[in-house]
């Protein structure tokens, strides 16, 4: 299992103080998917150079580029995930989220069978591009506050196996996971199509364990780890929340906690 966190680069010295195996990053800020080559390239970062290697990356298409509806356009997508894709590969990027609530959002007036077709188009191409690099674009549930499409793990899965595509996997976050009530079920169901995990507890989105011993708001993170150690995962783990009291003050040891709680909880499976 590789630890890692969601953040700037300018953050990767801190990560790693702090207990951290790798950073992500926004694919926004680095990856710069609108961006011509010639501009990327006179200031793209030095993986080499950096504290930690950038392993994933969140925010894959932003809002300006639709997925689905009548303002879509799928050359400019392609375009867009072709340079993505690529700039992923060179700076060593394994996974990039496909969260993107407002860009897969579904228009009103928009027939829910002509988005999922469109969506289904749209992650089979990147997909395809993606695997070209060695980059698995993963896609995320994100719940119904945030969008309107693929609020579950069941519907979710259902794309990435629609799509087919050798450079599509999912993933699992536990704060979408427990507010949209997900079963153990539908996490098992997941199986070797698990190719990344975000972390944060589903009350304030803050660190696991940032509620101390108040067991009212409290994440059990025991069980959803023996969830993955069951379906086989030993991947990447990434916290993406906030931090309380701050993060220098919580990180190191909510990162021990983490550690340790992987540890005891791979022989709970049942």
Known sequence: MRLGCCGSLDQARAFKDAGFD?????????????????????DCPDPAALPLPVEAANCLVPGNHPIVGPERNMADLTDYMSRVAERAGRLGMRRLVFGSG???????????????????EFTRMAGDLCAKHEVTMVIEHLNRKETNT????????????????????????????GLEAETDEALLELGDSLAHVHLAEPVDRIQPGGHGGDTTKAFDFANFFALLHKIGYDQRLSLECGWKPSFEAAAPACAAMLRQTWETSAGCEE
Not at 29 to 38: C, H, I, N, Y
């Open 102 to 120: 407002g860009a897969r959002k579904r228009p009103d007036g928009v027939d829910p069978r002509t988005a999922a077709d469109q969506l289904a």
């Open 150 to 177: 693929l609020n579950t793990l069941v519907d979710a899965l259902a794309l990435c196996e629609r799509a087919g595509s050798p450079g599509v996997g999912m993933l699992v976050d536990s704060y979408h996971f």
């Open 22 to 42: 790798f950073v992500e990053v926004n694919v926004q800020a680095v990856l710069r998917g609108d961006e011509p080559d010639s501009q990327w390239l006179a």
